[in-house]
């Protein structure tokens, strides 16, 4: 029998027009619903909320992935003097940003920030089990001023510790931490960043997955480099399978894959999301017949989009996801599909999409009181 491969999104999705026109809690709620709606009517097997609940109308080049974690905090401040500013901008690797996100200033703790509520809200519209996406830890040390600790392992780890408490008791199928600052100039901080995003991985209770890309900003790639440099840093890391950018990556970048631990299952982008065209069924279908061709039957777990989808239009977008099943149609020889889960179960290590669909209360050992937070 062929393994199966399942499909998912990344994260984002852009925000409808009549949400950033009259946001409200409501709105957002609605929003998240159909952004779910969407997905499952597609065909995905394992949809994301789309991260409509960090949507912040000042930093949409990111969808407010550095700004939603930070700005509740305690121990940063988000005003930037001109003093900051000029501070930052010689930092290492922030250059592409518009404007400093924040300034350590004392110890971090959680302050407000309560995950649990916004992936609850979520799992209350999902329909069905989900992926909560969480900004890695290693990510957010570099992207800040630091004022406080003047260490980089100790920024870090701070940043993790708050994040392990907080996705611990998170009630959804799967928890991805995102990471895309690994510079060809840092890699020396591959352990660092490993042991930082592995703290918080070892505190999910569900399927832990980690998305690694090259940059979106503003829909642009903002990183040099190619996967044969990440290997041993992804070796390093706790996850079940992994999200990579692949679509708008040369192929030959495959090669390199073949050399990530067995114990983790790969995740192939399938979708570019830097460019408007529509992918064609028979697109797809090659480049996961490529992947594994190259890989080998079995390694690949996972076809999705290369990142998040919120710099393009929504007509765009859902034309994106509706061909990634379409595509995927040829590899897997099925002439139909079902698009609805009805019951949210969490998703272990070894799922299938029939363990998906079916829903069932308690599989793989994880307690049943988690699928019915839902």
Request: aromatic letters at 8%; glycine letters at 8%; hydrophobic letters at 40%.
């Amino acid at each position: 029998n062929k393994p199966k491969i399942l499909t998912t999104t990344v994260g984002s999705y852009p925000a409808p027009d009549w949400f950033i026109a009259y946001p409200s809690e409501q709105t957002r709620l609605d929003a998240t619903r159909v952004v779910f709606d969407i997905q499952r009517q597609a065909g995905i097997d394992l949809p994301t909320d789309g991260e409509v609940y960090r949507f912040d109308v000042n930093h949409p080049e990111t969808n407010g992935m550095i700004e939603y974690f930070l700005r509740s905090l305690s121990g940063l401040r988000t005003e930037i003097s001109r003093t900051d500013w000029d501070a930052y901008f010689r930092l290492q690797g922030t250059g592409f940003r518009k404007r400093p996100p924040a300034v350590v200033t004392d110890e971090i703790g959680e302050g407000f920030m309560n995950l649990f509520a916004d992936c609850t809200a979520s799992g209350e519209v999902a329909g069905g089990p989900f992926k909560f996406t969480v900004t890695s830890p290693y990510m957010l040390s570099r992207l800040v001023l630091d004022n406080h600790y003047h260490d980089r392992e100790a920024l870090a780890m701070a940043f993790a510790k708050v994040l392990a408490r907080q996705v611990e008791p998170l009630p959804c199928a799967c928890v991805q931490l995102d990471e895309a600052n690994l510079l060809i100039e840092n890699l020396s901080d591959a352990p660092l960043a490993a042991k930082a995003i592995n703290l918080v991985l070892d505190s999910v209770t569900c399927q832990r997955a980690v998305h690694l890309c090259f940059g979106n900003y503003g829909g642009q790639s903002v990183r040099e480099g190619d996967w044969s440099m990440l290997i041993d840093f992804l070796n390093l890391l706790h996850t079940d399978h992994l999200v990579l950018e692949m679509a708008h990556r040369p192929s030959e970048e495959l090669q390199a894959l073949k050399s990530i631990h067995p114990r983790i299952k790969l995740g192939i982008g399938v979708i570019d999301i830097k460019i408007n065209h529509v992918e064609r069924p028979e697109e797809i279908a090659r480049r996961i017949e490529t992947a594994e061709k190259i890989l080998g039957l079995g390694r690949v777990g996972w076809v999705h989009p290369d990142c998040g989808f919120w710099m393009l239009k929504r007509s765009v977008v859902d034309a994106k996801i509706g061909a990634i099943y379409v595509g995927f149609l040829p590899c897997e020889g099925k002439q139909t599909k079902t698009c609805h889960a009805p019951v949210a179960a969490p998703v272990g290590p070894n799922i299938g999409r029939d363990d998906i669909r079916a829903g069932a209360a308690e599989p793989f050992g994880y307690p049943a009181q988690r699928a019915q937070r839902f």
